[in-house]
């Protein structure tokens, strides 16, 4: 049995142009992805879970990272290191350092949050950032738990985190 296909130029051309235009637009899509998501330290319940290096955030300045599956930030505040989990308690958008006001800010609907301490300075969001604990030792920084399990399982956007 002979199959015979035909496909004109044009259909053809048609073919490749899509697939070319499919080849970048996933890549366009992957980058931004990958931008709003970074994924280059990820943490399971109950590890210590190296987030930096000491020398990686000076004072004033803070790094992304992934804990127990959720977006995080680590702050190096005037009195010290601290972390959050990054995951407004509004809507479930993702907060970040905002080093010109010294907030930590979602960017949804405009919730400031209190860099020492994750507390709600103004905006929806009904209740504070979670605290993550965290230890510095040896040169780098490392996020060990919740520092309330039961608070993080208290909001919906953490549900299964803790
Ligand atoms: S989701 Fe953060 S303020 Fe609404």
Known sequence: MKITLTITRRKLTEIL???????FASGVIATILKYLWPSTVKGTANEELKIASVDEVPKGSA????????AAVLLNMPAGFRAFGAVCTHLG???????DENII?????????DPNTGAVLSGPPPSPLPAIDIVAK??????LKWKDPDYVRSISFYAGAA
């Open 17 to 23: 142009i899509g697939l070319v235009s499919l080849f």
């Open 63 to 70: 790094k992304k990272f992934m804990f127990n599956g959720k």
């Open 93 to 99: 958008c993702i907060a970040y350092w905002k080093p």
């Open 105 to 113: 800010f979602c960017p949804c609907h405009i919730g400031k949050f």
């Open 138 to 143: 040896e040169g780098a920084v490392y996020a």
